[in-house]
């Protein structure tokens, strides 16, 4: 019986773990690229001995060349900013934009505890008013301090949601109709073709219009700035989807379709089997572009009705002419950019998790 060579068997062993250990690394790859740190698994890996060399330039051009590029346009930034003289002073560079972030997030704070002070205030006058036995007077009296930068960022976050989720509800649907159906797909296509090129702006007046008609009072469950906003956004957003859900039903095998014939497939059997699993990539794509152009349009409409959100913010520093104003601004353009970058990772985080696409 020949024995065993313990040396060779642990080596063996730890060869085994190692393969174990990177197979896990390219797994977990994937989801590094949806959240933007694809640098992370290259990195393990050259840390670990697995081509250290080529790892690491695979950590450069993801890491490196990104970090480098920002340097650089900061550099540029800094430089050039101060030589553009405007009505206002000259154009802020990087440290001034970044002290008045600092800046809107202590007035931030500071709003806060106003209405925190302002609750409890009113929570004491209600108790009081209990104990006395005048419940009756009790009131739930709104704040109506002005709202901290977060607030506005949250209220066009939520905004552009609404309206994203009504134009894919109204979006998907009428792309499956026109991509198993000619005859739909003749009647959306005119439609299509007219509406996809309309400004916000120009749909901005309109929808303001039919809100304040059909929507009477200010009480109910949305404001009507919410609305206008949310239904701008849902008329500008839902081209995208529509027509990217039409042509992913269209370029299904026609063989599966025939299949579903055979096998007698009612039509919500031959959608959810058959269609959706399909579709699902392109559909997604349309998705993304969608939460895209709502957000752009979002910050418009926001800006042109002076609705409450980012748009506003930006509209009422310009108006406002100090000399914070123009780095404001910037801080409200960063803003608007990293969290529309954040938005279309959300997008691709659920493409990938649903349709298990590795595109970056």
């Not at 197979?23 to 050259?46: E, H």
Request: net charge positive; charged share 15%; proline share 5%.
């Amino acid at each position: 019986m020949t024995a065993v060579d313990p040396a060779h068997l642990a080596a063996k062993q730890r060869e085994a773990r190692r393969a174990i250990w990177f197979t896990r690394i390219n797994k977990a790859d994937a989801w590094f690229s949806v959240l933007g740190l694809a640098w992370i698994a290259p990195l393990i890996k050259a840390l670990a001995g697995d081509n250290p060399r080529g790892q690491l330039k695979d950590v450069w051009r993801l890491l490196g060349v990104p970090l480098l590029s920002i340097v650089v346009f900061l550099m540029l930034w800094s430089t050039l900013a101060p030589k553009v003289v405007t009505s206002l002073g000259a154009i802020p560079g990087p440290v001034a934009v970044w002290t008045e972030a600092k800046g809107l997030h202590h007035d931030a704070t500071v709003k806060w505890e106003k209405q925190a002070k302002f609750d409890e205030r009113l929570e004491q006058r209600n108790q009081r008013l209990i104990d006395a036995g005048r419940a009756s007077e009790v009131k739930d009296i709104a704040y109506t301090g002005s709202p901290t930068y977060y607030g506005q960022i949250w209220t066009s976050i939520k905004t552009v949601f609404f309206g994203f989720l009504i134009a894919s509800a109204i979006a998907i649907p009428l792309g499956i109709a026109a991509g198993l159906s000619p005859t739909a797909n003749a009647a959306l296509n005119p439609l299509i073709q007219i509406f996809k090129p309309v400004s916000p702006l120009a749909w901005l007046p309109i929808v303001t219009m039919v809100v304040s008609a059909v929507y009477a009072t200010n009480d109910g469950l949305f404001s009507k700035s919410f609305l206008v906003s949310a239904i701008t956004v849902t008329l500008c957003s839902l081209w995208p989807t529509l027509i990217n859900t039409s042509l992913g039903v269209a370029s299904i095998d026609r063989d599966l379709i025939s299949v579903s014939r055979v096998l007698k497939m009612n039509t919500y059997t031959k959608i959810t089997k058959l269609v959706l699993p399909s579709a699902l990539p392109l559909i997604f794509t349309g998705l993304r572009l969608s939460l895209g152009v709502g957000w752009m349009v979002l910050i418009a409409a926001e800006m042109l009705a002076q609705n409450p959100g980012l748009g506003k913010f930006v509209w009422d520093e310009f108006q406002n002419g100090s000399s914070q104003s123009l780095a404001r601004i910037i801080v409200a353009v960063l803003t608007i950019g990293i969290i529309g970058f954040l938005l279309d990772r959300v997008m691709f985080a659920m493409q990938s998790f649903f349709t298990f696409s590795a595109q970056r």
